[in-house]
């Protein structure tokens, strides 16, 4: 018998959505008590990233029930973390990994992907203009096509070369018109940007930052189990995208612990591919563990939205 319990109100209500985007937007400008271009920009794109997250769901149905919870967690993570309110290379590369995991997933076992490849590598193209590792992302994208997605033929394999390079070409064609190649020379180089590895790359980042993360990863790591025990629940075509998830939050997690370097950016990549595992596990569980569970988690972030936009230097 399914209880009715408060996280599954929360989960299916059509209220949550427009709750937590309406919180969200107070909370975006409530702290910065004045207009700022920087936080519109980044506003704007993390509503975009909210609508295609919801459009991700509703067409591939991650969640077997009815429910906008994988939108509302993205919500409240992104709007805990306040250091990326304002339009960075962090919140632009969230927005291009969201758009081009919503146009690989169409792909799903299709003859014609073509265009769907192509355009789903344009878009890690563009974001690794601000962030160049994300063309290591082309690489898996790649093995999602083959292994989970089962839509790779010779056509898509050119065109997802040729969809991620296109940005690179207009780039070159402007840089031959001004005769200065040094900055996309040195741009790719950044790739090979590699600090190493010790404890002194951690220790420059601010607690708050580093609160941010362990929560993410915590409830990710529990949605995340959850989904590898319960998969036969789900249909195929919901196991393989989640798995997508799954790998992605492992790769995102390895990368971070590697190169702290770039913490905002990951993080905030961190958060794309972590809310529907969160979400996944608040929606489909009902025990007394996981409402408990819920109610911890969200008043753990609500901290965090404390702590990151009120007391960002606030210390133990």
Avoid at 25 to 31: N, S
Avoid at 177 to 202: C, G, K, M, Q, V
């Amino acid at each position: 018998m399914r209880h009715n319990r408060f996280q599954n109100h929360i989960s299916e209500s059509i209220f949550t959505l427009p709750f937590c985007a309406v919180t969200a937007t107070v909370l975006w400008w409530w702290p910065l008590g004045r207009f700022n271009i920087d936080y519109a920009l980044g506003w704007i794109l993390s509503a975009l990233c909210t609508y295609i997250i919801l459009e991700t769901n509703n067409s591939n149905f991650l969640i077997r029930i009815r429910t906008r919870m994988v939108s509302c967690v993205w919500l409240v993570i992104i709007t805990s973390l306040g250091f990326l309110h304002p339009i960075s290379n962090a919140s632009i590369a969230a927005f291009c990994l969201v758009v081009s995991l919503f146009l690989l997933f169409k792909t799903y076992q299709q003859r014609q992907t073509v265009g769907w490849v192509f355009h789903s590598f344009l878009f890690l193209g563009l974001g690794s203009l601000v962030f160049p590792q994300m063309l290591v992302l082309s690489f898996f994208h790649y093995w999602y096509l083959i292994v989970l997605l089962r839509a790779i033929s010779w056509r898509s394999f050119f065109a997802g070369i040729i969809g991620l390079l296109l940005p690179y070409w207009f780039w070159a064609a402007f840089c031959a018109l001004t005769d200065n190649f040094s900055p996309i020379i040195t741009h790719i180089l950044r790739i090979t940007e590699w600090h190493p590895i010790a404890i002194e790359n951690y220790l420059y980042l601010p607690q708050s930052w580093i609160a941010s993360w362990a929560v993410i990863t915590i409830t990710s790591i529990v949605g995340g189990l959850h989904f590898l025990v319960t998969y036969y629940n789900d249909n195929i075509k919901q196991r393989m995208l989640l798995y997508i998830y799954v790998f992605q939050t492992i790769l995102i997690q390895v990368f971070l612990l590697l190169q702290p370097q770039f913490f905002q950016t990951l993080v905030a990549l961190l958060a794309v591919c972590a809310s529907p595992l969160i979400a996944h596990f608040f929606a489909l569980t009902n025990t007394r563990f996981s409402n408990l569970f819920f109610c911890f988690t969200l008043l753990l972030f609500i901290g965090l939205t404390v702590w990151n936009l009120w007391m960002p230097t606030f210390v133990f």
